[in-house]
């Protein structure tokens, strides 16, 4: 697959959505392009509307208007399916709460990606991720046995298994201490790089977007 000019590109995108006192619009024309291989830290208020324009990235949420092109395609037009097949094909995403099934060893959380998707080499591809973010020696953990900075980085092996082209990050040190998350931080750049992912990272903290080589600012649905 031809690498396309723009990872994201988002033109004239709306979201407006139902609340008790009338339709809440959300997102207010969003233009926003993110080439290959750049990083980028979307900052903003609580209620900016970040974490729904990352939603929109992912195909998690349906834009009410504008076009939605991710890696190259417009995604838009994509049924629930086609939007999951999409984001286990060419998308990472890592959460502010880890999002990690209880029920599943560290081992087996960062397979399911790479299982979901056929991958016959699996384990030792997930086992090898889990090095990767210095995990090796908890591969056969639970979440419940693990401590918050390594659930995430048990998170951030899920994400970055299946070697998305895209890595979106939502508030990803925010249920971390400082010095956890700054380690959680340091493997995610260097890890994303190494793969040559292209990362939209969405956080209040001035430092942490200052190490993305661009900041993008957005207020009450707009990007400034």
Same mark, same amino acid.
């Given at each position: 697959?031809?690498?396309?000019?723009?990872?994201? #590109?988002?033109?004239?995108?709306? !979201?407006?959505?139902?609340?008790?006192?009338?339709?809440?619009?959300?997102?207010?024309?969003?233009?926003?392009?993110?080439?290959? /291989?750049?990083?980028?830290? *979307? =900052?903003?208020?609580?209620?900016?509307?970040?974490?729904?324009?990352?939603?929109?990235?992912?195909?998690?949420?349906?834009?009410?208007?504008?076009?939605?092109?991710?890696?190259?395609?417009?995604?838009?037009?994509?049924?629930?399916?086609?939007?999951?097949?999409? &984001?286990?094909?060419?998308?990472?995403?890592?959460?502010?709460?880890?999002? *990690?099934?209880?029920?599943?060893?560290?081992?087996?959380?960062?397979?399911?990606? *790479? $299982?979901?998707?056929? &991958?016959?080499?699996?384990?030792?591809?997930?086992?090898?991720?889990?090095?990767?973010? +210095?995990?090796?020696?908890?591969?056969?953990?639970?979440?419940?046995? !693990?401590? /918050?900075?390594?659930?995430?980085?048990?998170?951030?092996? &899920?994400?970055?298994?299946?070697?998305? $082209?895209?890595?979106?990050?939502?508030?990803?040190? +925010?249920?971390?201490?400082?010095?956890?998350?700054?380690?959680?931080?340091? *493997? =995610?750049?260097?890890? /994303?790089? $190494?793969?040559?992912?292209?990362?939209? !990272?969405?956080?209040?903290?001035?430092? !942490?977007?200052?190490?993305? +080589?661009?900041?993008?600012?957005?207020? #009450?649905?707009?990007?400034?």
């Amino acid at each position: 697959m031809p690498i396309p000019s723009a990872i994201i #590109d988002l033109d004239a995108v709306t !979201l407006t959505l139902p609340g008790p006192a009338g339709p809440v619009n959300v997102l207010r024309g969003v233009n926003l392009r993110v080439a290959p /291989g750049e990083s980028v830290g *979307l =900052m903003g208020p609580s209620g900016a509307g970040k974490t729904s324009l990352m939603m929109i990235v992912a195909g998690l949420e349906r834009a009410t208007a504008g076009r939605v092109t991710v890696v190259g395609q417009d995604i838009g037009p994509l049924d629930e399916d086609a939007r999951a097949r999409f &984001r286990r094909d060419h998308v990472g995403i890592v959460f502010q709460a880890f999002h *990690l099934v209880p029920a599943m060893t560290a081992l087996e959380n960062v397979a399911l990606p *790479l $299982e979901l998707a056929g &991958r016959r080499d699996a384990a030792r591809a997930a086992r090898d991720t889990l090095a990767d973010v +210095g995990l090796a020696q908890r591969a056969d953990h639970y979440p419940s046995q !693990l401590s /918050g900075g390594e659930q995430q980085r048990v998170a951030l092996a &899920r994400a970055l298994a299946p070697r998305p $082209e895209l890595l979106l990050a939502d508030e990803p040190t +925010g249920n971390l201490d400082t010095e956890t998350g700054r380690h959680v931080i340091d *493997l =995610m750049f260097r890890l /994303g790089v $190494e793969r040559g992912a292209t990362l939209l !990272l969405i956080t209040h903290d001035m430092m !942490l977007a200052r190490r993305c +080589g661009r900041i993008v600012p957005m207020a #009450d649905g707009r990007i400034l």
